[in-house]
């Protein structure tokens, strides 16, 4: 790699549009995507908030804002949910944490701001395909906001869109697949330049294993990207094409609604939706573990001042994961009567994919012995995200077995298994990243006092929530039921842990205010970073430029790259981390 900032002339200052804006700078990107994420995890969150008070006292008028609706309003007449809204906002609340939260955070906002620092690049391959992403992405978002003030209100068929429900579903229903083609084609511009920028790009030196964890993972999650979403886009226009142009690729024949037969050709399949979107669905879930467990393994390496335990083995585990994600995609579908062959196929590939998984986390175990550890806020976010994302992962063994699938299909056990994937996991992780990097970004580091009440407090209060829904859903408690289970005899020995799970969520609501203070606290009056290197790392985003690094290119001077990424406390170094450009031990 040649190091050219010639196509970036900053001998003019560029416009504040040019360079806040429509920027090319894979640095401000990746400020962009992390903010509007976050603005819409934010969003998202409220969502849930609305529907666990509608589970904890069903029928009752919002709190605080419920008397600002009048009795003709469609959605909360008087304050009070009405079904279809609730279906909503289940919809929405998930197509907006993973779509446009969780996964643009973690791949489009951490992959273009660290990425091309770690691996020694000036930029991404193609800025400007960057820059296009991005607004991609936003226009996507709008969209899908715009749909809630739409007749009928936003899309109310589950995040997940089946049909034939979705085929005849309200026009926020379109405007959902709209947002979705936007949200896929993001993807898709950002995975590409990812792959791109890695295999080509790396600084002199920065042999495949010499590339830090978080780069592998991001590397993996840009092929599980580039190989499935276009799966889903596809099936978007499909079903668009139903819902607009009349055709029937998802309608079987004789569907009737309302009473009335729908006029259409018939002979489609609801089946062939299911398994274009979780072709898609299940690598998208590696989508978001892998990035985080390349965060928490940055972390773990930096605070326990030792090497990552099994390095090798952890790189080889994610190929072999990234692999099978793509044939594991039925077990969700086993109560479609798919047959003991299939169903024992797809049984097996599920429990081999937990092997790789185990490793990883693991060796991230193995890498806390013996280490002299430095618990910060990053640090114990790393940590709690180890035992929440084993959680996550053992309640899901029964749910890969057909004959365990029967019992908790679609109950809350599935709703706390995937949740503790993702909120205590994946949203712990990102946690950790935000933490970790905020004086690369910003060269101030955020108030560890405040971190460390955002960790425990939300350690706690995230388990109040989902804890208990494993609870409800072994015995037999059905998702997505507007009064959480009230008319169920079967559900009443377990529907006090409504209210329990409510409070806990309005509570971790309240956890979250010491982390935006301190977000926004720390950029303007944060403690200034001791150095460009706080943390004493090893990787070239801490050694070989400022914090916040320059503008365009990065580095003052093209990085060499002489040593492995985790080379901490060495025998006869003088100091307990060796960076990777540093050609001699001191």
Same mark, same amino acid.
């Given at each position: 790699m040649q190091l050219n900032t010639s196509a970036h002339d900053n001998s003019h200052e560029l416009p504040f549009w040019r360079k806040y804006i429509f920027s090319t700078d894979h640095k401000v990107i990746g400020i962009q995507y992390s903010i509007t994420a976050l603005l819409f995890m934010l969003f998202g969150f409220s969502l849930m908030m609305m529907m666990r008070w509608q589970l904890a006292y069903p029928e009752q008028p919002l709190p605080f804002i419920g008397k600002f609706f009048s009795e003709d309003n469609p959605f909360l007449p008087g304050g009070v949910l009405v079904p279809e809204f609730y279906n909503s906002l289940g919809a929405m609340h998930g197509t907006i944490m993973v779509f446009l939260g969780i996964v643009p955070l973690a791949v489009g906002g951490f992959v273009n701001?660290?990425?091309?620092?770690?691996?020694? &690049?000036? $930029?991404?391959?193609? +800025?400007?395909?960057?820059? &296009? #992403?991005?607004? *991609?992405?936003?226009?996507?978002?709008? *969209?899908?906001?715009? #749909?809630?003030?739409?007749?009928?209100?936003?899309?109310?068929?589950?995040?997940?869109?089946?049909?034939?429900l979705a085929d005849v579903a309200t026009?926020?229903?379109?405007?959902w697949l709209f947002?979705?083609?936007?949200?896929?084609?993001?993807?898709?511009?950002?995975?590409?330049?990812?792959?791109?920028?890695?295999?080509?790009?790396?600084?002199?030196?920065?042999?495949w294993m010499r590339l830090p964890f978080f780069v592998w993972a991001q590397f993996i999650t840009g092929f599980l990207l580039l190989l499935a979403f276009p799966a889903l886009e596809a099936a978007g226009f499909l079903q668009l094409m139903d819902r607009l142009a009349g055709t029937s690729f998802f309608l079987p024949t004789g569907l009737v609604v309302s009473g009335e037969k729908i006029a259409a050709s018939g002979g489609g399949s609801p089946l062939?939706?299911?398994?274009?979107?979780?072709?898609?669905?299940?690598p998208e879930v590696y989508v978001l573990i892998l990035p985080a467990l390349g965060i928490v393994a940055e972390i773990?390496?930096?605070?326990?001042?030792?090497?990552?335990?099994?390095? %090798? #083995?952890m790189v080889y585990s994610l190929f072999f994961l990234g692999f099978m994600s793509f044939i594991v995609w039925a077990h969700h579908m086993y109560m479609t009567g798919m047959g003991n062959v299939i169903s024992s196929f797809f049984q097996i590939t599920t429990m081999i994919i937990s092997v790789p998984s185990v490793i990883i986390l693991s060796c991230l175990f193995l890498s806390l012995w013996g280490g002299s550890i430095r618990f910060n806020t990053p640090m114990l976010f790393a940590l709690g995200f180890l035992p929440m994302f084993g959680i996550g992962g053992l309640t899901g063994l029964p749910l890969g077995l057909s004959t365990a699938n029967i019992?908790?299909? $679609?109950?809350?056990? *599935?709703?706390?298994?995937?949740?503790?994937?993702? &909120?205590?996991?994946?949203?712990?992780?990102?946690?950790?990243?935000?933490?970790?990097?905020?004086? %690369?970004?910003?060269?101030?580091?955020?108030?560890?006092?405040?971190? %460390?009440?955002?960790?425990?407090?939300?350690?706690?209060?995230?388990?109040?929530?989902?804890?208990?829904?494993?609870?409800?859903?072994?015995?037999?408690?059905?998702?997505?039921l507007y009064d959480g289970g009230l008319t169920y005899a079967h559900a009443a020995p377990v529907l006090h842990w409504n209210k329990v799970m409510s409070y806990s969520a309005f509570a971790l609501g309240i956890a979250q205010i010491p982390f935006i203070i301190n977000f926004f606290w720390s950029i303007y009056a944060g403690k200034k970073a001791s150095s460009n290197n706080p943390w004493d790392a090893t990787t070239l985003e801490w050694t070989a430029t400022s #914090?916040?690094?320059?503008?365009?290119?990065?580095?003052?001077?093209?990085?060499?790259?002489?040593?492995? +990424?985790?080379?901490?406390?060495?025998?006869?170094?003088? %100091? $307990?981390?060796?960076?990777q450009n540093q050609r001699e031990i001191v």
């Open positions: 701001y660290v990425m091309p620092l770690q691996i020694g &690049a000036p $930029d991404m391959a193609f +800025p400007k395909l960057n820059m &296009a #992403s991005y607004w *991609v992405y936003f226009i996507g978002g709008v *969209v899908m906001l715009y #749909s809630f003030i739409l007749p009928g209100g936003a899309a109310n068929s589950g995040w997940t869109s089946y049909p034939p026009v926020g229903q379109t405007y947002g979705m083609i936007f949200l896929i084609f993001s993807s898709l511009l950002g995975a590409l330049n990812t792959l791109v920028t890695v295999i080509q790009l790396r600084a002199k030196g920065m042999t062939l939706w299911q398994h274009l979107f979780w072709f898609l669905a299940h773990i390496a930096n605070n326990t001042r030792k090497p990552l335990w099994g390095y %090798k #083995s019992h908790l299909h $679609d109950t809350y056990y *599935v709703i706390g298994h995937f949740h503790y994937v993702v &909120a205590p996991g994946t949203i712990f992780a990102l946690f950790a990243g935000i933490y970790y990097w905020f004086p %690369k970004v910003t060269g101030r580091m955020m108030h560890e006092g405040l971190g %460390k009440i955002h960790f425990w407090f939300s350690m706690v209060f995230m388990n109040g929530i989902f804890m208990p829904m494993l609870i409800q859903g072994l015995a037999g408690v059905s998702r997505r #914090s916040p690094p320059l503008a365009h290119g990065n580095f003052e001077q093209e990085p060499e790259v002489f040593r492995g +990424p985790y080379e901490y406390s060495l025998p006869g170094a003088s %100091k $307990d981390f060796t960076p």
